[in-house]
Structure formats: C-alpha cells, structure tokens
C-alpha cells in the first residue's frame, strides 16, 4: 500500500496506532514537528488529553500547518483527537482544530475507572466492532453535512464530514483493525484524487 500515515505523537496513545496502520500495509511516520507533514498522505491524532495536546501544538506551532493540511488530506481523531476535531465543545469557549461540525462532551461516559468495551455497528465499516471507551467523550450534535456512522444508545460515538474521521472510542486498543482500515481507503482516495 503506497501511502504514508503520520500519527501524531506529542502525547498519548500513538504507538498502538502505528502498529494498527503498519498492521495493514501501509507506512507509519510519527510525526513531532509540523514539517513532517509535508511526508505524509493522512494524520492520526490518537487519544491523550486534550488539554495537554493542545498545549504541545501550541508549543510545536502545529495548530495552523496542521489546518492547511487537514483542507486536502484526511484526518483522524479517536477519544481525544475527537475533541481536537470538533467545532464546538461543550460547556467551553476554547476550540482547538475546529474542523468537524459537531459539538462534544468530554468524558461524557464517567472517569477511568469506569471505563467499558461495547459491540458497535459502524455504518460502512463493521457489523460488529467490539469498541473500547476509556474516559471516553460523546458526540452531543452534528451539523447536516456530518455522517453518524455509530451511535451507543442515544450518543454518537462516529462521525465523518467529507475526509474527516473522529471516534470516541479507541479503535487501535483491539486487534481489529477495520475502522483504521476504513481511514486508510480515505486516504487512497484522497491521495487518487489529488494526483490526477
């Protein structure tokens, strides 16, 4: 597979999603400065805190490059790179990358202790895909152009707008691989599409 995906890896759980992109084909870079950016197809910004992350792209200068990148080529936020993601977050006048039309709340399923694992439908990705939420945000509301692609009772949980992936889970924490999977496809179209 012919495409190159920087995982973010400031803070927070990168290497497993380096093993996840690797596991399927593709070449991982973890990226720690903004030029880096310029050798990758696609971005996964891997769960952490989002306060600290915030902190280290302001330190590093990423908020603005990562941006510019994120107009052309794909992005993927999981538990806190979702709340990187989001255009509104609630209960917060502070927005990071605001990219995702969609307002979030953070740990919105209790603290550490009471994480869980859940079965999900991913619409487009898995029937069943045994997800894992560690003080994990939820999806409060979207605006009309983001698809819902998971829902856990009434809270969503996945979403996509255009080339932008968020979850509030932690796809990489399992051994199935079929959401990176999915980011990776967006990818090949993304990196197709501005090539021709």
């Not at 973890?30 to 050798?39: F, H, M, R």
């Not at 197809?41 to 590093?60: F, N, Q, V």
């Amino acid at each position: 597979m012919d495409i190159t995906i920087g995982v973010l890896s400031l803070q927070g759980a990168f290497r497993e999603h380096v093993r996840a992109v690797e596991a399927l084909g593709a070449r991982a870079l973890t990226v720690k400065t903004p030029d880096q950016l310029a050798s990758i197809d696609g971005l996964i910004i891997p769960g952490g805190e989002s306060t600290a992350i915030r902190k280290l792209m302001d330190a590093y200068g990423f908020i603005e490059p990562l941006k510019s990148f994120a107009e052309e080529k794909p992005v993927f936020g999981t538990c806190a790179g979702l709340i990187m993601l989001a255009a509104r977050i609630q209960n917060s006048d502070h927005v990071h990358l605001g990219l995702i039309d969609m307002t979030v709340e953070r740990n919105a399923f209790g603290r550490q202790r009471e994480s869980f694992e859940e079965t999900l439908h991913i619409e487009g990705v898995a029937d069943a895909f045994e997800a894992v939420f560690i003080r994990a945000p939820s999806i409060v509301s979207v605006g009309s152009e983001v698809n819902v692609l998971a829902r856990l009772g009434e809270r969503i949980v996945a979403v996509q707008q255009k080339h932008w992936l968020a979850t509030a889970f932690h796809p990489e924490l399992t051994g199935d691989h079929r959401m990176t999977e999915h980011f990776l496809k967006l990818v090949q179209q993304s990196k197709a599409a501005l090539s021709a």
